[in-house]
């Protein structure tokens, strides 16, 4: 997924447009009051961010990001205004990735884009993603809308479990055999649901997200999923 901050209507639909016709999903917001709920539902493997926005600025963005925990590993893309040689170097400097300067050609976009993601994959956590809820794997954390979680050690690697195979069906001995291992000896099935259970709570209302099948097991509901 990657996000795109950026307040002229017309540039941010043909980006949007670009990147979905190259293979990418993507989404665009118009300012920060749009793009701070997305990120605490979201987080993105990358995203464009325009310095001259209404209301808060893209620096000023690029700044909170850097300083949590959640959106600091995220790639980002300055868009600068064409020889604006402080706005590149201040973006640099800030901790962006790399910059584009307007106007630029949406292939030049996103020939900088792979680019991008090639350089930061092997230094950014993993963080898995099933509608509000992320996972990130580096860091071992959980989080619902941008709020930590806390799963005890068997929940978390239930809960990954699920995150990294949405839509599907796990039985109960399949979950024994994948979680729990060679200790799952002698363990009764009603574990599983106890465990699920007890996740589902921590999760809030995001604990949905994990469906009951009726005499089979467990499934992480895809996104998209009804």
């Not at 978390?156 to 995150?163: N, P, Q, R, T």
Request: proline content about 4%; some cysteine.
């Amino acid at each position: 997924m990657i996000y795109c901050v950026e307040d002229d209507n017309a540039i941010r639909d043909l980006m949007i447009y670009t990147l979905r016709a190259t293979g990418f999903e993507a989404l665009g917001f118009e300012s920060d009051t749009d793009f701070w709920p997305a990120i605490k539902i979201r987080i993105p493997e990358l995203i464009i961010l325009d310095v001259m926005l209404p209301g808060e600025d893209g620096m000023s963005i690029l700044s909170k990001l850097r300083a949590s925990s959640l959106t600091s590993n995220i790639p980002v893309i300055m868009a600068t205004a064409k020889g604006s040689e402080y706005d590149k170097v201040s973006g640099l400097d800030s901790g962006a990735d790399d910059y584009l300067v307007k106007p630029f050609g949406m292939m030049e976009m996103i020939s900088r884009i792979k680019a991008v993601l090639r350089r930061t994959v092997n230094k950014r956590s993993l963080i898995l993603t099933c509608g509000p809820i992320s996972l990130d794997e580096d860091k071992h954390t959980v989080s619902v809308k941008g709020e930590l979680v806390f799963p005890t050690l068997k929940e978390y690697e239930l809960l990954k479990m699920f995150m990294e195979n949405p839509g599907q069906v796990f039985t109960r001995h399949n979950i024994l055999s994948n979680v729990w291992g060679m200790d799952a000896t002698g363990i009764e099935t009603r574990t599983v649901d106890v465990h699920v259970g007890t996740l589902r709570t921590k999760l809030g209302e995001s604990g949905d997200m994990i469906k009951t099948v009726r005499g089979v097991g467990y499934k992480m509901k895809e996104t998209n999923e009804q």
